[in-house]
T-cell receptor
Framework: EAQVTQNPRYLITVTGKKLTVTCSQN?????MSWYRQDPGLGLRQIYY???????DKGDVPEGYKVSRKEKRNFPLILESPSPNQTSLYFC????????????FGQGTRLTVV | DAKTTQPTSMDCAEGRAANLPCNHS???????VYWYRQIHSQGPQYIIHGLKNNETNEMASLIITEDRKSSTLILPHATLRDTAVYYCIVRSPTGTASKLTFGTGTRLQVTL
């Protein structure tokens, strides 16, 4: 089954403690992205990757890092999480074809206290 | 990417067709119209997309007006499981290929 898998689904952590949210896709997609969703602000893109070793900033990259060492994986790293990074996070992947649909993971609800 | 305008919310009786409108009056000739939905706080789900012709798949139909300034997503027989926020998105092929710009969407409530 074609899918994007995020882990963990829920995470509560403390300010400053480094964490990684993993994302993996099994569709051999070139493009992968991270979004965050906040009430009243909708979904906003954090980082994206157009292929292995190629990443770029989205609209709200501050406080986040990403890496793309393998095509299937695109982890999101918070080196020093802060409470304003409490949010619902989604990973997405899509093929090189512009018109191809994006597939989203089930989300990671992060709370930073 | 062109801006879209959607009603904030709509209701639909189960079994009836749900018609969700979207205005994209500033759309340019090479921009596609996409529809996604988000059920509760799950990941957004792709529904359908089109350029200028009407499109149909197993989930829905997309009707785009001849001037392409608006479109309608049709769920032919809405069920309770179709209750969700529906997003109409316009994408340019010259933009960042992986980026989707989500607006506030339409909250569709399907009732018995």
């Amino acid at each position: 089954e074609a899918q994007v898998t995020q882990n963990p689904r829920y995470l509560i952590t403390v300010t400053g403690k480094k964490l990684t949210v993993t994302c993996s896709q099994n569709m051999n997609h070139e493009y992968m992205s991270w979004y965050r969703q906040d009430p009243g602000l909708g979904l906003r893109q954090i980082y994206y990757s157009m292929n292995v070793e190629v990443t770029d900033k989205g609209d709200v990259p501050e406080g986040y890092k990403v890496s793309r060492k393998e095509k299937r994986n695109f982890p999101l790293i918070l080196e020093s999480p802060s409470p304003n990074q409490t949010s619902l996070y989604f990973c997405a992947s899509s093929s090189r074809s512009f018109t191809g649909p994006a597939f989203f993971g089930q989300g990671t609800r992060l709370t930073v206290v | 990417d062109a801006k879209t305008t959607q009603p904030t919310s709509m209701d639909c009786a189960e079994g009836r067709a749900a018609n969700l409108p979207c205005n994209h009056s500033t759309i340019s000739g090479n921009e596609y119209v996409y529809w996604y939905r988000q059920i509760h706080s799950q990941g957004p789900q792709y529904i359908i997309h089109g350029l200028k012709n009407n499109e149909t798949n197993e989930m829905a139909s997309l009707i785009i007006t001849e001037d392409r300034k608006s479109s309608t997503l049709i769920l032919p027989h809405a069920t309770l499981r179709d209750t969700a926020v529906y997003y109409c998105i316009v994408r340019s092929p010259t933009g960042t290929a992986s980026k989707l710009t989500f607006g506030t969407g339409t909250r569709l409530q399907v009732t018995l």
